[in-house]
């Protein structure tokens, strides 16, 4: 019922007109025009544009990281346990604090690394006010965050393999490459997949570090679709076409997982062939 009731109120609005009479909010049906007004919005195509950009690259590295981690902690070299602890501790934090650490940390004007780089004879760079820039400050801040979780479901992966494979491997003289792509990396494709969608799906939601670190700006560079979502629906208090908005994002989060489930399917198959 928690569930459902928010869904089918943001539907009714989807296909609705929202007006205030008397105090109380009144939806009238209005067709798709809500629709057709998101199809035709420049701002609505620029934000799914920065969002999908934003979870290909981010998580795309997010997962190459991850993995190097994780096969470097596998054979557990020495002081293995304070790494794993160190490795974990930006996932630990909230959103909010990193947002501002970071905002800190690339300010043009006081940041440290404006500091560094005048030290060195360089010139400052506009982090987060360059338009060209600010998207990339913004999914180097997600990849410091989220590469603790692609660390651990990995290394949870490596860990789960059944060690007489690698063994056998070894017994016929495979090279260590040779081992890794035709050992690990199959075995390890479950814990991948799903590691990968559920990184994909968060990134979608991504708001609180861009609100916190760039607000969306300069102009709309970084403002991903639940911002814009956001400052449509509550900001400029237009509910009926933030509600649209967060529609389009819930079908581009389906697709993603009906993507991945497909995927894991057909290794399923692959597998048992």
């Known amino acids: ?154 290394y949870a992966g490596l860990e789960a393999i059944p060690k007489e494979y690698l063994e056998a491997a070894d017994v016929d003289g495979a090279t260590a490459w040779r081992k890794f792509l035709y050992v690990i990396m199959p075995l390890l494709a479950p814990p991948s997949i799903a590691a990968l969608l559920l990184r994909s799906i968060e990134c979608f939601k991504i708001v609180d570090v861009i609100y916190i670190m760039t607000g969306g700006g300069p102009g709309q560079a970084t403002e991903s679709l639940t911002l814009f979502g956001y400052n449509v629906g509550f900001r400029a208090f237009d509910l009926a076409y933030g509600a649209t908005i967060a529609f389009s994002l819930f079908f581009m989060v389906l697709i993603a997982a009906m993507f991945f489930t497909v995927l894991t399917r057909s290794l399923r198959a692959i597998k048992l062939e």
């Open 1 to 154: 019922m928690f569930t459902l009731f928010p869904f089918v109120f943001t539907l009714a609005l989807v296909f609705g007109r929202v007006s205030f009479t008397g105090g109380r909010i009144a939806i009238q049906f209005a067709g798709i025009s809500n629709w057709v007004r998101l199809f035709h919005d420049q701002r609505f195509w620029n934000a799914v544009f920065v969002t999908i950009k934003i979870v290909f690259i981010a998580v795309f590295v997010e997962y190459c990281i991850g993995l190097i981690l994780a096969l470097l902690l596998y054979k557990r070299p020495f002081g293995c346990g304070f790494f794993r602890v160190l490795y974990i501790i930006p996932m630990l934090l909230t959103p909010i604090a990193v947002g501002y650490t970071w905002r800190m940390i690339l300010d043009v004007a006081r940041g440290p690394i404006t500091g560094i780089l005048q030290r060195i004879g360089l010139q400052p760079i506009g982090w987060l006010v360059d338009p060209k820039i600010a998207l990339y400050s913004i999914i180097i801040t997600d990849i410091w965050q989220w590469t603790p979780f692609m660390f651990l479901l990995l």
